[in-house]
């Protein structure tokens, strides 16, 4: 049958009416909103007239007036029901709704104080662990570097292969040749173009005194080459990166508001940067940063010279490339591979055994923090799931313990939908609160995040500076809020509302858990513990790392050493006479100095990584020339070795009498050098000779010292060779002191010894030993993802063994009358644990099991961070294991004692 | 058989919007309209009346005010609207195009098929 009109009913109606009926639903929603108070009243006031009426019409029947009433009552029906369908049809449902949810929840919530604070409490740390590590993981990968299409930007560097690289990474240095840089810009179609930048030091001398400030040396292409401008004056011009070129800079804004206040005049306007006055033309956009220079605020065009300019085999600077526009990386690699070989052939001695590697400017900025994050990133994401899993767990047992409750509710009327939307607004009022305190605790972390890291090397992530809870972690958090909302409040939901309120009061409270919901709860307590155990291994992993890390011995007495820097100027220190004649009455000067025990230099300081290298020919022994031995070269104070402590295994230490400048040229070698080598000849007496320069001495080996840890604690052993700071003396020296007293006094008094040999030198980055070893990297990168990691593996097993116990107490509670027939007819308390346990103990050997093997595959990804220990150390998995193993039961054995006090005739009265 | 028919669903508005397009009526005066107008045959709850009227204001088939009843109570006094006059129409159609055929349907014989 097809009734035409619409059907016989009012449920379908035509467009016109449906325009109608929006306009009178919003029109009553709104007048209903407005007045719910009258609304309410004139309800109540209509219904109550009709029953008066129909209580007259009965009185004149001969009804008595209160038997009327009461008859009247009756025949009305359920007077609230009514009332709520009124509400209903009136259009302010869903306003009462929610308010009603809410109002309804909030008691609920109230009513279980434990369950409530274990759902927020577990939900705030969730989200707010996971929000504080996005803001990070944002601030470092998400967001686009502050240059023009960032992603076209390549890092480029010449390696030789040769040379065994100290840290292991994929690109340790970023160093090219001035020549072949050139030669690169020539050659060059799919790179449109290449800029060469180098660190540089400013001595700024100001009306109060004068301060170290971190800058670069560029070619004049280098910000359109990144593809930033300046805000005020001008870039930096062709031209001006030459010898002679003008003494010009361009400025941070940072430093413009610093030393300018905002001058919008600031063109023209002169600083003094050690000797010279250089003209101020431009200042670079708020938002420029360049990480790998740290925070450099003063940029001036390359003045370089002679060798910097024609030695191909000094490889100093620093190139990044910009891509052609939509040219790829393999066509670059393709590209640069060409270019290279060609100039290994024209140039066989100095590029014969270079090769090009290149990577994005972003991961050369990120460097290994990138990699860090993404574990801590994904650790934290482990936690926020176990939370979830949690909560979802707490709800259904919950739905299950309320069964009664919905059964009646929906007896008495309540449909299937409004149960779920009540249900909902409690999941979401929990998720609220639990947003609410995971933010504060979000901007907690976030601080603490960022603090944990130490000042040196934030000073290289600049882009950390402003990871705060900003917009798009805001949204992230509301996301993951919603999401665990909905996810944990519709799973319980569905099951208490899915079945027939009469079978649910039928079943009452005996409620056998229907056999999916249990083994959904099962598995997602197996998985928690599945998880907890990969997030336990990977601490473990990372702590042994640490340990292994701080407890190597470095080679040499890291006690009471102090460390800082010494600048030369060319001006007053031209030549390497001046040099060690400074060094002379320097030393002198602080080894007068109550509780100095002695000072010394090496070119660069241990533990600090950088350092040059050098080729180099032993005697008799050619080799075809580009593709000589290289090693790690120091110039050294001829006591360096006997003040740090570093043993000689043959021959002698330089000495004052032989080693001085005039002398005749020798060199100390460690113990790597010879192993790689010798070939098991006595090193002693043999000699070799540099290859940079035909004009460069044989020089002889005088002595062995043991390896020293030299780049970082974790770098591996490398042949290095170290020359006599008289013969090797250089402008730039750092100093080594050891000195009892309290770091702080040592640096003071250093510093007035310092201005009593030269007012004008200026002592920069004074550090302790233990200092440069806490910041330096390689400890950073154990340290701070085991206190992070370790931190997320106890919340999640700590929340793993929330969920288990919950489970198992759920499962006792449950089981009470089996339990107590089982007892009635004569089974042992033993029988009764082992019932118990048994099952608690089968979840978390399967939880473990899984764990076992999502940690072997997982702590793969970590190989990168681990020191001493291996990804799949059998020692750690097996310790976690057994861990968690004992964890697990003893989270059982609290429902189990519960269950052996069962008494029977209790457990059975309630069947 | 008992004497009072279940009512079908949907046909409470449609007996609604009858009741008072024959004049003004407050809820307890529509309940005894129709069981007036079916012959008693027609009896309907009374609390399922109310959510029945306030659905059918809403819509604006209906329009309430408050008056006085004939026994001096304050009472609300619904009305038809025009549209609801013309809903009216347009049901009254249908079901009596639906009656006539679900008549004829039940009166077919097996020779006539």
Redesign the interface.
């Given at each position: 049958m097809e009734p035409s009109g619409g059907s016989h009913g009012f449920g379908a109606e035509g467009a016109a009416g449906e325009g109608m009926k929006l306009l009178d639903t919003l029109r009553f929603f709104a007048a209903n909103m407005l007045h719910r108070a009258r609304a309410e009243g004139d309800m109540e006031q209509e219904l109550r007239a009709h029953i008066q009426i129909r209580a007259d019409d009965l009185e004149r029947k001969g009804v008595a007036r209160r038997e009327a009433e009461r008859q009247a009552h009756i025949e009305f029906g359920g007077y609230q029901r009514v009332k709520e369908e009124c509400r209903e049809a009136m259009g302010t449902h869903l306003v009462e709704t929610i308010i009603q949810d809410v109002g309804f929840g909030w008691r609920v919530l109230r009513k279980s104080p434990g369950f409530t604070a274990v759902a927020i409490l577990t939900l705030a740390l969730g989200i707010g662990a996971n929000t504080a590590v996005f803001s990070v993981v944002y601030a470092a990968l998400l967001r686009p570097l502050p240059y023009a299409a960032p992603n076209q930007l390549i890092a480029l560097s010449e390696v030789r292969p040769q040379l065994e690289t100290p840290t292991g990474d994929e690109m340790p240095y970023w160093n090219a040749s001035y020549p072949d840089y050139l030669d690169w810009t020539r050659q060059s179609k799919i790179f449109r173009s290449f800029a060469g930048f180098s660190p540089q030091q400013f001595l700024l001398r100001g009306a109060g005194g004068a301060e170290l400030v971190q800058g670069g040396q560029t070619t004049t292409n280098f910000f359109t080459t990144l593809g930033v401008k300046p805000i005020l004056g001008r870039d930096l011009v062709a031209g001006e990166d030459v010898e002679s070129g003008p003494n010009v800079a361009v400025i941070s804004y940072g430093f413009w508001m610093r030393q300018f206040g905002g001058d919008r005049q600031v063109a023209g306007r002169s600083i003094r940067l050690g000797d010279r006055s250089v003209q101020v033309v431009g200042v670079l956009p708020r938002d420029f940063e360049f990480a790998p220079l740290g925070r450099p605020e003063i940029w001036v065009p390359m003045h370089i010279s002679g060798g910097l300019v024609t030695r191909r085999s000094l490889r100093w600077m620093s190139v990044v490339g910009r891509l052609s526009r939509g040219a790829t990386m393999v066509q670059a690699r393709a590209e640069m591979k060409v270019i290279t070989a060609g100039l290994g052939q024209a140039y066989p001695q100095a590029n014969g055994a270079i090769q090009v590697v290149m990577q994005p400017v972003r991961d050369r900025v990120l460097g290994t923090v990138g990699g860090l994050l993404m574990i801590l990133f994904g650790a934290v994401g482990f936690v926020l799931l176990i939370a979830c899993a949690n909560i979802a767990n707490l709800h259904m047992v919950r739905a299950s313990g309320r069964r009664r409750e919905f059964a009646i509710r929906a007896a008495l009327g309540a449909r299937r939908g409004r149960l779920i939307s009540q249900l909902l607004a409690e999941s979401l009022m929990l998720a609220a609160a639990g947003a609410a305190l995971g933010f504060l605790l979000a901007r907690w972390g976030a601080a603490a995040l960022i603090g944990a890291i130490p000042q040196t090397l934030l000073d290289t992530m600049p882009f950390l500076a402003d990871a705060r809870a900003n917009l798009p972690v805001l949204g992230f958090l509301c996301a993951v809020t919603v999401l665990a909302g909905v996810a944990f409040g519709l799973a319980p939901a569905f099951g208490a509302s899915q079945r027939d309120a009469g079978v649910a009061l039928r079943e009452e409270s005996r409620a056998s858990a229907s056999g999916s919901r249990q083994r959904l709860r099962h598995a997602l307590v197996v998985a928690e513990i599945a998880v907890s155990l990969v997030l336990l291994t990977g601490a473990g992993l990372m702590v042994e790392s640490l340990g292994a890390l701080l407890h190597r011995n470095p080679g040499f007495d890291t006690r009471n050493l102090v460390t800082f820097a010494v600048n030369l100027p060319v001006t007053t220190y031209p030549d390497d006479p001046d040099a060690i004649r400074f060094d002379r009455q320097f030393t002198e000067r602080v080894r007068a100095l109550p509780g100095v025990a002695g000072i010394v230099s090496n070119s660069t300081i241990p533990l600090t990584g950088g350092g040059s290298t050098v080729r180099f020919l032993i005697e008799g022994r050619p080799k075809p020339a580009g593709h000589e031995d290289e090693a790690c070269i120091r110039s050294i104070s001829n006591d360096y070795f006997s003040m740090m402590k570093i043993p000689l295994l043959s021959g002698r230490f330089f000495d004052d009498v032989d080693d001085t400048v005039k002398g005749p040229p020798h060199v100390i070698v460690n113990q790597a050098w010879v192993d790689a080598y010798t070939r098991g000849e006595n090193p002693l007496g043999k000699r070799f000779r540099f290859t940079f320069s035909p004009k460069e001495p044989y020089r002889e080996i005088v002595g062995v010292v043991a390896n020293y840890a030299d780049a970082g604690l974790d770098s591996p052993e490398v042949p290095a060779l170290f020359l006599p700071f008289p013969q090797d003396a250089n402008s730039y020296i750092t100093y080594l002191v050891r000195a009892p007293a309290s770091p702080a006094e040592v640096i003071d008094s250093l510093r007035a010894a310092l201005r009593a040999v030269d007012p004008q030198l200026f002592l920069a980055q004074p550090a302790t030993m233990e200092q440069i070893i806490d910041q330096s990297p390689s400890v950073f990168q154990r340290r701070y993802p085991s206190y992070l990691i370790g931190g997320f593996a106890a919340l999640a097993i700590l929340l793993a063994m929330v969920g288990l116990y919950g489970l198992i107490s759920y499962s006792v509670s449950q089981r009470g009358p089996e339990l107590g027939i089982r007892i009635a007819l004569g089974a042992q308390r033993g029988d009764i644990l082992r019932l118990v346990v048994g099952e608690g103990a089968r979840l978390a050997a399967i939880g473990v099991a899984a764990g076992l093997a999502a940690g072997l595959a997982l702590t793969q990804l970590m190989r990168g961070l681990l020191f001493g220990v291996s990804a799949a150390d059998p020692a750690t998995f097996a310790v976690v294991a057994i861990g968690v193993g004992l964890v697990a039961l003893a989270a059982c054995c609290i429902p189990a004692r519960r269950a052996i006090r069962t008494d029977p005739i209790v457990a059975l009265r309630y069947e | 058989m008992d004497p009072q028919a279940q009512l079908?669903?949907?046909?409470l508005?449609?007996l609604i919007l009858k009741a008072v397009s024959l004049g003004p009526l407050?809820?307890?005066g529509i309940l005894l309209r129709i069981g007036q107008i079916s012959g008693q045959a027609l009896l309907i709850?009374?609390?399922?009346l109310?959510?029945?009227?306030?659905?059918l204001?809403?819509?604006?088939l209906l329009k309430a005010a408050w008056g006085v009843?004939e026994?001096n109570?304050?009472?609300?006094f619904y009305e038809l609207t025009s549209?609801g006059r013309q809903?009216l129409r347009?049901?009254t159609?249908?079901?009596n195009?639906?009656a006539a055929?679900?008549a004829s349907a039940l009166k077919a014989q097996p020779e006539k098929v």
């Open positions: - | 079908l669903p949907g046909t508005d449609l407050h809820g307890y709850e009374q609390g399922a109310y959510p029945a009227l306030f659905r204001v809403r819509q604006g009843s026994n109570r304050r009472a609300k549209t809903r347009q049901e159609e249908g079901w195009r639906l055929a679900m």
